[in-house]
C-alpha cells in the first residue's frame, strides 16, 4: 500500500485556478493507477480523473472535461490536479487515491485500495 497526503485545496474565486497535489509514500508508487475523487456535502462521492501508472492513460468524468488535468511524476511520487475555469459546483472535499488493477484505468472508488485524508477547494460565486 502507499500512504497518501493532498495539498492545494483552498478558497478562490469562480473562474480562477488552483492545482492539488498528492505525495505518496510506501513502495512502488509508479506501478499504481492514481484517481482523484471529491465529495461535496450532502452528495457522495464522485469520480473526477485517473490516470494510469505510467501516465500514458488519462480519463475524466464529463462535469469536468476540459478544465481539468490530471498528471504525475513518478520520480517525485506525486499525482497533481490542475483545475481551470472553477464553478461553485467544483466545490468539494477532493480526495487523492491508489490502486492496482486489471484495466488500465478505473472509475469506481472500490477500485482504490489507498486514500489521502482530503483537501477541500471552495469556489466562491
Known amino acids: 500500500q502507499v500512504q497518501l497526503v493532498e495539498s492545494g485545496g483552498g478558497l478562490v474565486q469562480a473562474g480562477g485556478s488552483l492545482r492539488l497535489s498528492c505525495a505518496a509514500s510506501g513502495r512502488a508508487f509508479g506501478s499504481y493507477a492514481m484517481g482523484w475523487f471529491r465529495q461535496a456535502p450532502g452528495k457522495e462521492r464522485e469520480f473526477v480523473a485517473v490516470?494510469?501508472?505510467?501516465?500514458?492513460?488519462?480519463y475524466y468524468a464529463d462535469s469536468v472535461k476540459g478544465r481539468f488535468t490530471i498528471s504525475r511524476d513518478n520520480a517525485k511520487n506525486t499525482v497533481y490536479l490542475q483545475m481551470n475555469s472553477l464553478k461553485p459546483e467544483d466545490t468539494a472535499v477532493y480526495y487523492c487515491?491508489?490502486?492496482?488493477?486489471?484495466?488500465?484505468?478505473?472509475?469506481?472508488?472500490?477500485?482504490?485500495?489507498?486514500w489521502g485524508q482530503g483537501t477541500q477547494v471552495t469556489v466562491s460565486s
Open positions: 490516470i494510469s501508472w505510467s501516465g500514458g492513460t488519462t
Open positions: 487515491a491508489a490502486g492496482r488493477f486489471p484495466a488500465t484505468v478505473a472509475v469506481a472508488d472500490a477500485s482504490f485500495g489507498s
